[in-house]
Nanobody
Framework: QVQLVESGGGLVQAGGSLRLSCAASGRTFSNSAMGWFRQAPGKEREFVGSIRRSGVSTYDAYYADSVKGRFTISRDNVKNTVTLQMNSLKPEDTAVYYC????????????WGQGTQVTVSS
């Protein structure tokens, strides 16, 4: 049974940083595109970024334009974790952030975590 468990959300002032972590279990994820989506109150869920295999031992990260240059996704295939480092946070980054696995493009993912709240105050 696949499980994704996020941690690291919280309250931060605008301009600050937060680091979200996701622990994956239930199978091997080294070939899985993993990443993050988010959903703000009253808005549709949106793609944040993903990281996927591009070679034998290399991975490429992809980001939504709204977070490019501020957020960084990384993964550790030994620990089965994926991390979202968020810098220069803005109030509009306030949302519930979801860790996902088996991401298809920037629209769909097969597995979802329960979400973690990120609130950025102005």
């Amino acid at each position: 049974q696949v499980q994704l468990v996020e941690s690291g959300g919280g309250l931060v002032q605008a301009g600050g940083s937060l680091r979200l972590s996701c622990a994956a279990s239930g199978r091997t994820f080294s070939n899985s595109a993993m990443g993050w989506f988010r959903q703000a109150p009253g808005k549709e869920r949106e793609f944040v970024g993903s990281i996927r295999r591009s070679g034998v031992s290399t991975y490429d990260a992809y980001y939504a334009d709204s977070v490019k240059g501020r957020f960084t996704i990384s993964r550790d295939n030994v620990k089965n974790t994926v991390t979202l480092q968020m810098n220069s946070l803005k109030p509009e980054d306030t949302a519930v952030y979801y860790c996902v696995a088996d991401v298809y493009g920037n629209k769909r993912a097969e597995y979802w975590g329960q979400g973690t709240q990120v609130t950025v105050s102005s």
